[in-house]
């Protein structure tokens, strides 16, 4: 079974920069595509970043376009998301999410999930 475990969230003042992971077990990273969502309080999950199985295609909400970064470590079996200038409105639970079938910015495209990292961002 697919599990997929994120870590790296934590408290950062604004401007900051934080890296997130996310580890797959029970199966091979290079065999998914990729992505990472977000949920504020009392806000939908939404679409974040994506990646290809290979790497070479990545794809960005508006919002974060420039700042954040999705990569992958086939090696290691883990998925990343490094974030520079981070906002207070960047502060929400990340998930990693994987294998997506359909529409990538659709979190119901994706059959596998972390269970989630906070991120808050101080102003």
């Known amino acids: 079974q697919v599990q997929l475990v994120d870590s790296g969230g934590g408290l950062v003042q604004a401007g900051g920069s934080q890296r997130l992971s996310c580890v797959v077990s029970?199966?091979?990273?290079?065999?998914?595509?990729m992505g990472w969502f977000r949920q504020a309080p009392g806000m939908e999950r939404e679409f974040v970043a994506f990646?290809?199985?290979?790497?070479?295609?990545?794809y960005y909400a508006d919002s974060v376009k420039g700042r954040f970064t999705i990569s992958r470590e086939n090696a290691k079996n883990t998925l990343n998301l490094q974030m520079n200038s981070l906002k207070p409105e960047d502060t929400a639970v990340y998930y990693c999410?994987?294998?997506?079938?359909?529409?990538?910015?659709?979190?119901?495209?994706?059959?596998?999930w972390g269970q989630g990292t906070q991120v808050t961002v101080s102003s």
């Open positions: 999410a994987g294998d997506p079938v359909g529409i990538i910015y659709n979190s119901s495209s994706y059959n596998y």
């Open positions: 029970g199966g091979t990273l290079s065999s998914y595509a």
């Open positions: 990646i290809s199985r290979s790497g070479r295609s990545t």
